[in-house]
T-cell receptor, first 113, second 111 residues
Framework: ETGVTQSPTHLIKTRGQQVTLRCSSQSGHNTVSWYQQALGQGPQFIFQYYREEENGRGNFPPRFSGLQFPNYSSELNVNALELDDSALYLC????????????FGPGTRLTVL | DAKTTQPTSMDCAEGRAANLPCNHSTISGNEYVYWYRQIHSQGPQYIIH???NNETNEMASLIITEDRKSSTLILPHATLRDTAVYYC????????????FGGGTRVLVKP
C-alpha cells in the first residue's frame, strides 16, 4: 500500500458534464501530481501542485483544473467532458525537493458516454 | 526530459532473472534513470533509480553503462507477481513531479 487513496474508484459521466476526482496524499507530502492514462498507453502528466499552487502543467487544456488543500488532499476537476477524456486518472504524491519516489494511488476509472 | 526506448514485450520464466533493457542515448548529465512498474489495474509503483553508479535494493538491481546511454533493470528471481508493464524514465531528479512515461515493456512471467 502506498498510503495514497483516490475516490471514487469508477465513474460514468456523459459528454458535456463536469467531474471532480479526489486524492488523499501521504501525510507530509507537499506535492501532488495528476496523470491521465488512456487504455493501453502510459500515464500522461496533467499538472502538479506544490503548497496549494499549480507549478507545472502538461499538454492539457484549461478545462482540466485542480486544487490542493492543507490537509494533503487534492482534487482534479474536468469541465465540458469529451469522449476522449475516458481514462484512468492517477494522482501521485511525494516530498518536494527530494529525489524520493512518487507514490501513486490506485486511480479513478472515468468513462464518458 | 530525455526519451527512452524499451522493447514492447518480453517473457520470463518464473525463478529466473529478468533483464529489462532501456536505451536513453540523449540523457543529460543531471538526469537520473528511474524505473516504475504497473501491475494490471493498479497505479505505477516505484522500483529503483540511479545516476551513474549501479544500484540495488530489495526489489531489483539497476545497471547503468559507463556512457549512461543505456541501462538494464534486473529482477533477480522473477515471480508470477512480477508480471507488469515496466517503465524506464529519465528525468532531472528533484525537479518537480513530472514523469514522462513511454510505452514501457510488458513483462509476462510464466510458470
Amino acid at each position: 500500500e502506498t498510503g495514497v487513496t483516490q475516490s471514487p474508484t469508477h465513474l460514468i459521466k456523459t459528454r458535456g458534464q463536469q467531474v471532480t476526482l479526489r486524492c488523499s496524499s501521504q501525510s507530509g507530502h507537499n506535492t501532488v501530481s495528476w496523470y491521465q492514462q488512456a487504455l493501453g498507453q502510459g500515464p500522461q502528466f496533467i499538472f502538479q501542485y506544490y503548497r496549494e499552487e499549480e507549478n507545472g502543467r502538461g499538454n492539457f487544456p484549461p478545462r482540466f483544473s485542480g486544487l490542493q488543500f492543507p490537509n494533503y488532499s487534492s482534487e482534479l476537476n474536468v469541465n465540458a467532458l469529451e469522449l476522449d477524456d475516458s481514462a484512468l486518472y492517477l494522482c501521485a504524491s511525494r516530498l518536494a525537493g527530494t529525489y524520493n519516489e512518487q507514490f501513486f494511488g490506485p486511480g479513478t476509472r472515468l468513462t464518458v458516454l | 526530459d530525455a526519451k527512452t526506448t524499451q522493447p514492447t514485450s518480453m517473457d520470463c520464466a518464473e525463478g529466473r532473472a529478468a533483464n529489462l533493457p532501456c536505451n536513453h542515448s540523449t540523457i543529460s548529465g543531471n538526469e537520473y534513470v528511474y524505473w516504475y512498474r504497473q501491475i494490471h489495474s493498479q497505479g505505477p509503483q516505484y522500483i529503483i533509480h540511479g545516476l551513474k553508479n549501479n544500484e540495488t535494493n530489495e526489489m531489483a538491481s539497476l545497471i547503468i553503462t559507463e556512457d549512461r546511454k543505456s541501462s538494464t533493470l534486473i529482477l533477480p528471481h522473477a515471480t508470477l507477481r512480477d508480471t507488469a508493464v515496466y517503465y524506464c524514465i529519465v528525468r532531472v531528479g528533484a525537479a518537480g513531479n513530472k514523469l514522462t512515461f513511454g510505452g514501457g515493456t510488458r513483462v509476462l512471467v510464466k510458470p
